[in-house]
Each structure stands twice: as structure tokens, then as C-alpha cells.
């Protein structure tokens, strides 16, 4: 059975009735916010972690843990997390034998072929919810409703919020605990906001990113010099470039309208109003070939950075940019 993610988002006693559910996609953020509702949702319970390695390795252990008369118990969950095809074979028996506990599966990014997904999408007693990159809109959303009593939260300091964490949920998260925490009467300040998240920073990416799409060499050799990263940033780097591309690929799309600043004020939600002289510039360079063969830059790279924590995530990132700026120019 497939579920729509923001329909469990809004309730998630929809899966309750499910033996299992796999949640699978890109969007570790809105993944993470499942497990923890879960767990609200179900206080009295018990719960016991596994990653699909430690079944695979271990599988006649696990087994025995499973089917100790111990674990029948009315609310035990079961969260196994880092699976893909590899552990089908092992779930699939398990659940047609019929398991008297919850089954939570966690996934990355599943093909439409593969075995896993399309059993738990097919599958009468489990359910499958896509979790896919959020988008601009969905960020703001959160936004507004994690501050919604806080006082001066204007469409400027949103979008400071929204350049420290780009969409990337865990990382808005961790800016919307420091917003709750220091500021303790609930009034922004944007003058302090911008200090707290480290505004100016960002900034300077922004400027660079710009510059890149803009098929700038000079700026964008000059500000990869000037310009400070951190490697525990390189996925909200990621989301930033490919958040534009996607972009300039929705005013590409409006092929009713040729006037360009028609098609920005046509786009929804609405381009901020410092961003227009940039964007108006690159969507001369960026036709839709192009932005595809970008995104598979940045997707790929994504992977890279995602599978090997010992990689050098920043010359990779300057790579990445230095092509960018070669490739709007091809």
C-alpha cells in the first residue's frame, strides 16, 4: 500500500495498522521526524534498533532474539535502518511467516525495480511512503509553524533562516532550536538572527553560486578563494545549486510567456526581489539539456559525499562549482 508522505506527516496512526512500513527516499530530515513520531505515538512501547548489515551478519541470532517468547509483546517495534534489496529475501520470509511485532524498514533512494519497494507497495499488511528532497514551500511551512509565536518573523529573516539551512531538514531543525533557545522573550532581531546563523557566510556561497551560473570565471575564481567552507555543510551546499537549477527549469517551462520578467513573477512561491538581476542573467545560459546534465554533477556527487565519510567534501564541492561555471558557458 502506498501512503503520500504528508498525509503521515499530518497523522501518523495511518501505518498503525500496518505489520510493516518501509520509508524510503532521499530526505533523511523527514525520515528522522518519522522515527521520532512513531515513537510518540506509541510511548508504551518498546523499541529495538538494527541496521541491515547487523541482520544480514548475524541473521541466526537476530532470529532467535525475534522469536523469543519475550518479544510478543502487543507493542514491540522493530526499527531496522540502511536497507536495499540485499535484506528482500530475509523480510519477505519473515513477514509471510507473520511476525507478532512492528516492522519499521529505512531506506535511500529506491529504483521503480527494485524487489523491496515494490513488495511493500504491492503488499495488503505493509505500506511504502516516499521521502522525497522537500521543496522550498515545505520549508518555509515548517518554518512558520515551528515560529509561529514568535514576534517579527517577516519574509526577511524567513529567508535568513532559509539560507542557513537551504532544505535540508535536519540542519533547519538545529537552526530552530537555536532561535527557540536564544531568543527567550520570542522577538527576532534580524540583526542578531543574522549573527546567530552565521548570515554572512552563507552569503558569500550565495554570491559564488551566483557568479557560478552566471558563467563568471573571474568572480568565481576570486570568491573560491575568499570563500570559507565548512565540510559538515556539503549537502546544504548541494541542495543550494541544485534548488536553483530546479528553478531556472521551471521558468524554461512557462513556454506560453516570452518575456522573462513575466515568466519570474508568474513562478510561485515568488523570487525574492534580490534575487531577479541574478536569475534573469543565468537563465540565458541555463537551457534545459544543460540543467539536466548539472543535476547529474550534483546528484552524483551527492551519493559520493553521502557513501564515504572520509572523502575531501570541499575540494570536491570547488570542483563541483568550477564546473558549474565551465558548463554554463559550453
Known sequence: MIYKSYLIEKNISLIKKNLSTLFYGENLGLKKNFKEQIKIENKGASFINYTQEEILKNQNDILRELNNSSLFEENKIIFVENCNDKIFNFLEKQLEEGIKFKLIIFSEILDKKSKLRNYYENSKICGSVACYQDNLLTIQNIIADKLKDFQNLTRENINIILGSSGLDRVRLQNE??????????????????????????????????????????????????????????????????????????????????????????????????????NIIEQIKKWKSEKIKKALKYIYDLDIRIKSNSMINKEILIRKLIIDLCILANA
Open 176 to 277: 530552530i532550536n537555536k532561535i527557540q533557545t536564544y531568543f527567550i522573550e520570542k522577538k527576532i532581531d534580524t540583526e542578531q538572527l543574522e549573527k546567530l546563523l552565521n548570515f554572512h557566510e552563507n552569503q558569500n556561497f550565495n554570491e559564488l553560486k551566483d557568479e557560478a551560473f552566471k558563467g563568471n570565471r573571474v568572480k568565481t575564481n576570486s570568491l573560491l578563494d575568499s570563500t570559507t567552507f565548512e565540510t559538515d555543510k556539503s549537502v546544504y551546499y548541494l541542495n543550494l545549486l541544485s534548488q536553483r537549477l530546479i528553478k531556472l527549469e521551471e521558468i524554461n517551462s512557462l513556454k506560453e510567456v516570452s518575456n522573462i520578467e513575466e515568466k519570474l513573477n508568474k513562478i510561485r512561491p515568488p523570487i525574492f526581489w534580490k534575487d531577479k538581476p
